[in-house]
Each structure stands twice: as structure tokens, then as C-alpha cells.
């Protein structure tokens, strides 16, 4: 298992989610003081495809650079705002759902278990008094 290339992924899929994140941000505030300017935006990340960053922002620097430097402005700004917390919550994320499909696999292999063995008609009986 590579440890160091897993990470450098890891990084560049949360690099790339930043950029999209900063994205929607710059979107919104241009759709409340510049709405051309925010229908022009969207429709070049439509066309553009946001799931590059790097790639997106150096497209994005050749049409329109104070957009570019805004948006990898803000794009900083989110990481260095949630970089602190943001392995904590992976790890307790991970485990709570890890735990989540532990238990659902648990119950329907109880539920499994209980069918193929069904309780006797004595043992109904019992039960039904």
C-alpha cells in the first residue's frame, strides 16, 4: 500500500472540491451585485467542467483573470478555514459510517439465521400463551 500516493490523491480530490466550493461561492455573490457577469460564470464551467481544478482556473485565467484570482482566492480562503478540522471529521465520519454497515450486516445475518431455523411448534406454543 502506497500511503504517500493515497495521500497526494486524497489532496488533489479535496484541492479540486475546493475549487468547486469556491466556485459556488463567487457564483452567488456575483448573482447578488453582477448578474451577467454570474450567468457568464456558470455558463463557462458548464462548459469548461470544473472536476480539474487546476485545470479549470487555468482555463478560466485565459478568459477572465479577476475572476480566476477571485475564485482561487476564496479557494484558499476555504482551505485554510477548514484544514484544521477537516481530519478529525474524515476519521470520525469514516468510523461512524463504517460502524453504520457493520451493524446493518449484522442484523440481516441475525435475520438470515432466524429463518433457516424456525422455532418448533412446541416453542410456538410457549410463546403464544
Known sequence: MDLKRVAKDTAKVLSNYMTYQALRIVL?????????QALWLHSFS???????GDAYLQALL??????AFRIMTVRQHLAAEVADFLPEMVRTNIQQSNMEYRRQYLERMTQLSLSEHPASP???TDSDT
Open 46 to 52: 458548464a462548459n469548461q467542467g470544473v472536476q480539474d
Open 122 to 124: 412446541e416453542q410456538q
Open 62 to 67: 485565459v478568459e477572465k483573470q479577476e475572476l
Open 28 to 36: 452567488d455573490q456575483l448573482g447578488e451585485t453582477d448578474p451577467p
